[in-house]
């Protein structure tokens, strides 16, 4: 009972051009999404999160989007940097139930940034 | 400013034996969750737990698999009679507090112990 899913397992992006990641859930107790960035041999880390009462949450060259009529979240990286080439997860949560400890993850996207 | 700590990083065992891992808060944190990850998949919660009580185990398998985080020492996440479908890699987190919103509630997640059953 995959909630969160991603799609593309893989990404290849020019230095410098837009990356855009996609995710989609099914869970429409889901409020808080998250994105997760992750090195090899290093554990996820917390990149930016939006809640359902917004539709774009901005963090310096990352944005992201949400569509909940859709069910549908994106994550755009502009521009994109070398530093940029990770594994990227997409996380959810509800608030609504006494477990909004429970992260749901995706499967991960791998950007990789060309010089 | 020590992170989440995980170790071993790697262990391998043959099927049957028991495997342990080993996770050890950021410090200030007294909440810990495991989850795991198989090939291709995405992390899947597993366990929930503050010093010395489970709070929430549902993502657990009913059998073999066993969680503990006593009152000293570190989150100990144990594996009886390993069979080759164990084979993953299992991540630690740490909060200071239940949830995961930013910033205050953020899951700090440790480097991972790949498991590998022969």
């Known amino acids: 009972d995959q909630q969160v899913k991603q799609n593309s397992p893989s990404l290849s992006v020019q230095e410098g051009r837009i990356s855009i990641l996609n995710c989609d859930y099914t869970?429409?107790?889901?409020?808080?999404f998250l994105w997760y960035k992750k090195y090899p041999a290093e554990g996820p880390t917390f990149l930016i999160s939006?809640?359902?009462?917004?539709d774009k949450n901005e963090d310096g060259r990352f944005t992201v989007f949400l569509n909940k009529s859709a069910k549908h979240l994106s994550l755009h990286i502009v521009p994109s940097q070398p530093g940029d080439s990770a594994v990227y997860f997409c996380a959810a949560s509800s608030s609504q139930r006494s477990n909004d400890y429970k992260l749901s993850f995706g499967a991960g996207t791998t950007v990789t940034v060309r010089a | 400013n020590a992170g989440v700590m995980q170790n071993p990083r790697h262990l391998v065992r043959r099927r049957g034996q028991e495997a342990r891992l080993r996770c050890s808060p950021m410090?200030?944190?007294?909440?810990v969750y495991w989850y795991r990850q198989l090939p291709e998949e995405g992390l899947k919660f597993m366990v929930y737990l503050q010093k010395e009580n489970i709070i929430d185990e549902s993502g657990m398998p009913k059998e073999r698999f066993s969680a503990e985080f006593p009152k000293e020492g570190p989150s100990i996440l144990r594996i009886q009679q390993v069979v080759r479908g164990d084979s993953a890699a299992y991540f630690c987190a740490s909060s200071p507090s239940g949830g995961v919103f930013y910033p205050n509630n953020e899951q700090f997640f440790g480097p991972g112990t790949r498991l590998t059953v022969l």
């Open positions: 410090k200030g944190h007294s909440h």
């Open positions: 939006i809640s359902s009462i917004k």
């Open positions: 869970n429409s107790m889901f409020d808080y």
